[in-house]
Structures are given as C-alpha cells and as structure tokens.
C-alpha cells in the first residue's frame, strides 16, 4: 500500500510538471545544475557599472534595489534566521535582499530551461501576512506564469524555507524572479538556485516505475 | 587588566590596563545606500559614519542630526556635538567605606545581568554550579573568566537595517582568577587545572536576544561558540613563517600536552590569551587583542634574558618573559609554555586576532602586519578615501602607539575584497613632538633608525632579504620602535574614534594614558635604540604629550590625522583631559597637582582616574571606563571603578555608572538603536580567596537571583565577572 501511495504521488507530480505547474515544496523536486553563492561574500547588487551579475553557468542576476550576494546572516523576524550553518536544503553564503519597498531579483538564463527553482525564505514581522510573488519568463520577458507563495516557518528556527519554483512541459523559461508583494517589510532571502533544461533521467524512470506499479495494481485487483 | 596577577598598577613590571572596545568611523557609500535616503539625508549620513556591510553600522539607525529624538531635547547644531545629548542625572561615586556590593546606573535606567562566568553559552553547556567544580571540558561550553572588550554585531533584516533586538555578542575573557576557578585553587595543580585554566580565556561568541522586551543569551544557538588557549590559528602576513614563528608542534589533549617530534612551519599555532580589548573591521569581523601574553609562559628552570645571549634572549627581556611568569603554572604541566622547551613559543602570541563570529567553522587568524606587542585594543578608521587605517595602544609603562594602513582600499561593496588586506601594509609608530605636532614613523626595512641605520641594517632586524627583515620588525615590534626613536607614552590603552557627525570632517582619535608611576622619577633614563631595555625599566622624564611626574591618575590624549587621511604621516595632537581628584591631599609636585582638570558641574562631581576603557558610541559621545583598583590610596574619594560619558566638543563629563566591590568596569557596546547597552564588569572580589572566595564581593548574586532574561537562576558560591545589560526605562536611548 505504502508503494502505491509513493507512486502515485510521483505520477502525479510528473502529470502537474506536465501540465506546467508551481512548485511550493519543503525541499527541492528535480535535479539540474546548482548554483548555491557560495563564490560570492558580500557582494552588492548593483554596484558601480555591474547592474548583472555573472553567476555561471550561462545564468546572470540583476536586483530592482540593493541585494547582497554572499550574504552571511539574515534575520527574519518571525520566520527565524539564515545562516551560513544551513542544512540539507542550503548551506554557506546566500542572496538576501535590502528592499525598503516593492523589489525584484532576476535570474536571467541564456539557455531555456524547463525547470526552475530556489530554496527561499522571508521575513515576516508579527501580524502581517508577508508574501513573494514568483514570475517566469519567456525569451523576450514576457511572464510565462507567476504565482503567490507565502513562507511561515519557526520563529525560533535556522536556515528554514520553502523551495519555490516553476516546472514547465516544455523548456522555455528564460528568466526567473521573486519579488516581495508587500511594500514593507518584505526583504526575502534566497539560495541554491536550481535549473534544468531537459526532463531528467530521473523523472523518466520515475515515469516508468509509477506506470509500471499502476499496471501491478491494476492486476491485482482484476485477480481479486 | 588588574587583579590578582596585578596588585597595582605600577607594583609589577608588567602590568597593564584593559579594557575593551571601540568604535568606529565608518566609510561612507552613497551608492550602496541610495535608498535609505528618503529619510536620511546624504549628508547626514555621511556624517554619521554610513553603512557598512555585516551589520554594525550602527549609524544608520541612528537618530542623526536634526532628528527628532524620543524623550530627548533637540540635539545640539554645534560642529562635533553628539547628535544625542547627555542628559541623564549623574550618579556619586561608589566610596570604598560606604561602598555597596552592587553595579549602580542613573535614576531611569535598569541594569540586568546578561552572563556571567560559567554560564553555558555553547550547546551542551550545563548551569554554574557556584561551586567551580566545573571541568575543562564543562568550561569549553560556558562564558570565561573575567570578560573584557566586547562588540555587538547585530544579523542585517529587513529593510536595509540592522537589528536591535538579535545579534552576536563577542567579547573577550582576558585573565582568570585562578583562586576562584578552581575549588582549591591552585593547590596540587594538575594538567586539568591547567586545562580549566585554558578554556577560561579566550574569546566568547553568544547569540544574543531580545524576546518580550528581555534580553538574554540564546543558549542552543547554533552560533555559541569559545575560542580559547588552545584553539588552533592560521598564522598569516609578512611574519608567517618565519623561523621565528616555528614552535614544537604538540598533540593537545585534556590530559597531555605530548611532542609530535616535529615543528609547525609558522603558519599555525594554538590559542589566543590575554584578551585585553578588542577592535572589529568594517566588513564584520572581531578583532580580539592579546596583551599581557608573556605573564603564562615560564619555566622550571632559569630564562635567560640577557640582551647579548640570543634573539629570544633579548626579545624576553624587550617583553618581560621570565621562569616565574604572572605565577599560572601553565609550564609546569603543559610543556608548550615552558620557554626553555618550547624557545619560540612567545612569539606566536602579541598579535591582533581577527575572529569571523558569523561562520561557526572560521578559523581564527593571526594578522602579524599589524605587528606584535602587548595590544590594548584596535580601533579601526576608513576615511573619505576609503583608506582602511588600524590603531593600538602597547599597554606597558613607556610603550608606544602604532597605526596599521592598510595597502589596499577598503571595499564596501564586496566583502570578499576585504577579508586578507589586513595582511598588507604599512605599520607605523607615533612620535609626539612639542609644539602639538607629530609624525608617524613607518616601521620597514629602509626605515632609518637612531643613528642613521636603515632597519635592514640593524643587527636586530637582519635578514636574507627585505621579507625577511620585514618579518622580524613585526616580531620584534618593541625594539623597531626603540630604533626609530618613538615617544614612551604613559601606558596606551584604548583607542576610540571620534564619529564624524554634526559636520564634524577630521579624523580624530583619543587613547588613554592610564598611569605611568616611573614617568619622571628615579634616575632619568629611556628605551634603548638597540632594544636591549627591559620591559618598563627606564624612568623617562616628562615631556610635552606626557607631561606629569608620577602620573597616577592618567588622562587621555588625541590627535588629528593631516589631510584627514588614514594615510597620513604627520599628525596634530593635543591632551584632552587630565584625570584627576580635586579633594586630593597629595603633595603637589613640579608637573602635578594631581587634580587633573575634568570638565564638569558642580567641580569634582565626576572626577575619575586611571582611564582605560574608551569608546566612542555612534552618536558621537565619548565612554570611558577605569581600572583604579579598589578604589583605596590614591582613589580614595573616586571610589570603586566607573564609566563616565563625555561630550567630546565641550568636554563635559557625567557619572554614568559604578562598579561592585573591587571590579574593573571594561567593555562597552550598544545596539544600533542606542536603546540598550552591554558594558563589562571584570574581577569583582578580587581579594577572594580560595578557603573564601565571596570574602569581598558576592556580586553578582549580591545584586540579583535571576538572569536578565527574568528566567534563568543566579547561583552564589563564588563573585564572577559578568556583562550587564542596561536599558533605559523608558525606552529611550541610553545617556539620554
């Protein structure tokens, strides 16, 4: 039973990815290429004549207003701490924002990707309802899609989150943003961001396996 | 520091003063902070010092000029003014006969007790028992003995601002009151003794917290963490090394200290002790100062210091190392502090320790740019040109003051570009001239000593090359200074910035002179050139920037950098006070009526003696902390160890606050809103004994049964250096 019930979520993850879906996950949901700022210490967004950031990777970053990249510790008030301990989500530097009103980060691909996503958190003061709304974007910035996502987590925790992101059934994402919905108060902090480009073997296979355990089923209760 | 290794001030040849912290005059980025401008002007912000990365930049938060301030009266226009007034009731002293066993604040405010020695601040720590019949391995997860320097660096948050209610608190732990730290004391010392001994120095790292309005130490923060005597460094800059620098290497456990049979290569080594004051850098580091080092080495046999038998011969003598040490018995237990074992061992300590609090894996380091002698504090100064300048104080009677400038800018928009330029530089010394001028004297190997030698020239310094040479001048910091004919000052201790607010432009620093007893008595006579003079030996004669004879009760002196540029090589100084007791019954002398000249209202009602603690908070006002002692002799109607607040532009001093029975008060920071403040009380009870340790103090379980967190118990048993936090009741900024 326990089998079944595993397969069937993944089927049914596979079939939201293929209908184009948000993620809003405790932790990642597909493996890809990983860029985690750890290169990064303190690097302020924009500076001087830099308004994008080489990241890697054909990935490049730009900030509406101030954001650190390499940031080392973040307090989010209700939502606890980040810090460069982290955990199996995240760990080392990160991106954190300095928004005093409505901002934006971009990560700009220079190849289509299909999956999109990024451990994230936010800081939320006592009594308001604090919210990130995420955007992807085709090759000319127009939005994909975009959505509302809300983090509530420990007061009292460290590093904690929500992965956060887009799974596409086609690779046409070319940028991806988080913006804080609310004026004030609404700096976020971000890490691992991850892409990929092409379903991944895993998915495929999981694919097969879940259809494989349906087939099972579907035997055994004909045999009843 | 003082205590039981330092009766006095002036009984040993190497006593020292302590204290802690400083502030800082932040580089300005217009750029980086383009959006706090809605609310703050530019200028404002530029004088107030702007922000920097990594959370201490205190002064964006800060109410700045003009602003409107809760319960405060608008601020003074004058240039230089604190954008903050002084305007609490001033407090009495704490008189030795009457005195109260009790850390005493002005009407309106309430001090808490935030930690104190023994208290758990790593996870797994367990509560002071108030016995000491703690282990080393108990004492490795608690708050060390006899804190002293301190910062608050607070977690950036939203907005672009910084907290005021959660952040790290770093402090020092620079000596121990062995009598105290053990049940029996010293009696049948054993290496776990020495171990215990070990944990309780060192550097504190807690998460601090404030929840429903208490502050207290997060206990299971991730970030808890003790850096001690035996805590492995990295060993970087021009001394790295250097065959000076190689020592026995050793396996440390908690019961040996055993040979490997190797040496280390110089660029590592094993703990930080005497953790006097401290600094911090613009881009969210600690800086912790080891000062009196030489008092844990010794030897069970005899240590030569002759200024003619070896190079460590004449550098124990330039720093005072000797077989009876300050009397902690390391070396008879523990083999790497015995100096005719482990000859090199004094040379890995004397340097500025540059700690990252925020990454709980950092590795401390040992920046030996900024040379190697008995540190007091660092203060650092970015100027207008984003040069990065450090400045220290060698606290020993007729020791020097030192600047660090750094070779490359400072960078605040990338703290990456910061982390190692603390390795390059120029250090200089400071000459003192009459007529208010002065010269900084760069220490390098083309530098010309007395006598017109090149220091690359000078046996002292003599090396394969100018590396080389380079390397030994920073090791042998003392004796370069010797050479190029420096200024013996009356015991340097902390260095504070002035904040460039109120439209105040100069770069401006002030340091305490906390006492020279052999300035201008016995038989004339000055640091030799050839470095061969002992440690605080010669009696100088008085001179323009040390002017009184037998200066018992110090004063502070300042200096303004030319061209208002860290990089600056002539300076212009003056003495900004003269500490003093005006109901003394002392014999004037010739230079000294030993009343000093203290600014305040009425005359006397803040006088105040051996300063050493000095600290400038973000608003532009001045604290300074003493280390009188037990406020007996020549203290006597000062009474026991305080902190006064002083207006910088006019010079007015208030009482902010006296010390319990025998403490030092040391070690001062605030939070970015200046609402609350920890200040340090160090060696309460310092005649306690072993067979009775509470036998003049039991502070603080005399002052409180709980913690500041309201929760926490207080065990009695045994007086313990702690931190207070002191709000105002109001909810005001503190001073106000």
Redesign the interface.
């Known amino acids: 039973m326990k089998f079944k019930t595993l397969t069937l979520a993944a089927l049914i993850a596979l079939s939201v990815n293929a209908e184009a879906a948000q993620i809003q996950s405790a932790s990642a949901t597909f493996t890809g290429t990983l860029t985690d700022f750890n290169t990064f210490d303190g690097y302020v967004l924009p500076q001087n004549n830099v308004t994008s950031l080489d990241l890697g990777n054909g990935i490049s970053m730009t900030s509406s207003e101030f954001s650190t990249v390499g940031q080392n510790a973040f307090g989010l008030d209700q939502n606890g701490l980040w810090t460069t301990e982290g955990n199996s989500n995240r760990d080392g530097n990160f991106v954190s924002t300095d928004f005093t009103g409505i901002g934006r980060i971009t990560f700009n691909f220079n190849a289509a990707m299909q999956n999109v996503g990024i451990f994230a958190n936010q800081s939320q003061i006592f009594g308001v309802n604090n919210s990130l709304q995420l955007f992807a974007f085709d090759i000319n910035g127009n939005v994909l899609e975009s959505f509302t996502s809300s983090i509530d987590t420990d007061v009292d925790g460290y590093d904690e989150g929500k992965f956060v992101g887009f799974a596409r059934s086609t690779a046409d994402i070319y940028g991806f943003a988080l913006e804080n919905v609310s004026s004030n108060n609404g700096s976020f902090v971000a890490d691992n961001l991850l892409v990929s480009s092409v379903p991944e073997p895993e998915s495929y296979a999981m694919l097969l396996v879940g259809l494989g355990a349906i087939g099972a089923v579907a035997r055994r209760r004909r045999a009843k | 520091m003082k205590g039981i290794k330092h009766p006095n001030n002036d009984v040993s040849l190497n006593d020292s003063g302590n204290t802690s912290i400083v502030e800082v005059l932040n580089n300005v980025n217009l ?3 383009q ?2 401008m ?1 609310s703050i002007s530019s200028s404002a912000l530029v004088a107030a010092g702007g922000l920097t ?3 201490f930049a205190h002064a964006v938060t800060s109410p700045t000029v003009g602003g409107a301030l809760a319960g405060a009266s608008v601020p003074s226009t004058t240039v230089g003014a604190p954008t903050v007034p002084i305007t609490f009731t001033p407090i009495g002293p704490n008189l030795a006969a009457s005195g109260v066993d009790l850390v005493t604040v002005p009407t309106g405010y309430t001090a808490n007790l935030f930690v104190a020695w023994g208290d758990p601040i790593v996870r797994g720590g367990v509560a002071f028992s108030g016995n000491a019949t703690e282990t080393a391995a108990q004492q490795r997860l608690a708050y060390g003995e006899h804190t002293d320097g301190m910062h608050f660096f607070p ?6 601002e910084f ?1 005021s209610e ?1 952040g790290l608190l770093v402090s020092n732990s620079e000596y121990t009151h062995e009598a105290i730290l053990h049940p029996d004391g010293q009696d049948n010392f054993t290496i776990a003794k020495a171990r215990k001994s070990q944990a309780a120095h060192g550097v504190n790292i807690m998460e601090a917290r404030r929840v429903r309005g208490n502050w207290g130490v997060q206990r299971n923060s ?2 808890g963490r003790r850096i001690d005597a035996n805590t492995r460094m990295r060993i970087s800059g021009p001394a790295a090394g250097h065959a000076l620098m190689k020592t026995l290497d050793y396996t440390i456990t908690d019961s040996a200290t055993t040979p490997t049979g190797g040496m280390t290569d110089g660029t590592y080594s094993y703990g930080t002790v005497n953790n006097c004051a401290h600094g911090y850098t613009p ?2 580091t600690y800086l912790t100062c080891e000062e009196n080092f030489n008092g844990y080495f010794g030897s069970t046999s005899v240590v030569n210091t002759t200024a003619t038998f070896s190079e460590n011969s004449k550098l124990y003598r330039r720093y005072n190392i000797n077989a009876a040490g300050f009397g902690y018995k390391w070396h008879e237990v523990d083999p790497r502090w015995d100096v005719n074992v482990n000859s090199n061992g004094p040379n890995t300590f004397g340097w500025v320790v540059e700690i990252d609090p ?4 950092s590795v401390p380091v040992k920046r030996t740019a900024l040379g190697r002698f008995k540190h007091e504090s660092v203060q650092y100064v970015v100027d207008a040109a984003n040069d990065l300048g450090m400045y220290s104080g060698d606290d020993e009677r007729n020791d020097y003051i030192y600047k660090f400038v750094a070779n490359a800018k400072y960078n ?5 570009a910061n ?1 190692d330029i603390l390795d390059n530089g120029t250090l200089y010394v400071a000459r003192f001239d009459a007529g208010l001028t002065g010269v900084w004297l760069p220490l390098t190997p083309g530098s010309i000593g007395i006598g017109g030698v090149a220091l690359r020239d000078n046996p002292n310094f003599a090396g394969a090359n100018d590396a080389e040479v380079l390397a030994k001048i920073l090791i042998k910091t003392r004796m370069a200074a010797d050479a190029v004919g420096a200024t013996m000052m009356d015991r340097p201790e902390w260095i504070g910035a002035r904040p460039r607010v109120n439209g105040f432009l100069d770069i401006e620093l002030y340091c305490t002179m906390t006492n020279n007893s052999r300035r201008g008595t016995g038989t004339p006579s000055v640091n030799a050139a050839d470095g061969s003079t002992a440690a605080a030996s010669a009696n100088p004669p008085v001179d323009a920037a040390n002017p009184r004879a037998n200066n018992v009760h110090g004063g502070v002196i300042r200096w303004r950098e030319d061209g208002r540029s860290v990089r600056a090589t002539t300076f212009t100084w003056d003495i900004f006070v003269q500490c003093g007791d005006t109901r003394t019954t002392k014999t004037a002398n010739a230079t000294n009526n030993f009343r000093g000249d203290i600014v305040d209202s009425p005359d006397g009602s803040a006088d105040y003696g051996a300063p050493d603690g000095l600290w400038f908070d973000d608003f532009g006002r001045m604290w300074v902390q003493t280390d009188s002692g037990s406020g007996t002799g020549d203290f006597v109607n000062l009474g026991m160890d305080q902190m006064v607040c002083v207006d910088p532009s006019t010079k007015e001093t208030k009482r902010f606050l006296t010390a319990c029975k025998e403490a030092e008060v040391t070690g001062v920071t605030m939070s970015p809103d200046g609402k609350t403040m920890w200040v340090g009380i160090q060696h309460p009870g310092d005649a306690g004994t072993a067979a009775s340790p509470q036998a003049t103090s039991s502070w603080p379980h005399s002052q409180w049964n709980l913690e500041s967190d309201g929760v926490t118990p207080l065990n009695p048993g045994r007086p313990r250096s702690g931190v207070v936090v002191i709000t105002k009741n109001d909810g005001g900024i503190i001073g106000t």
């Open positions: 750029n980086r902070r959006f706090l809605t990365l990594s959370g977690f950036a948050e939203r907005n672009g907290s959660r991730l970030y881009w969210g925020f990454n709980t894996k605040p928009n990338n703290r990456a982390r």
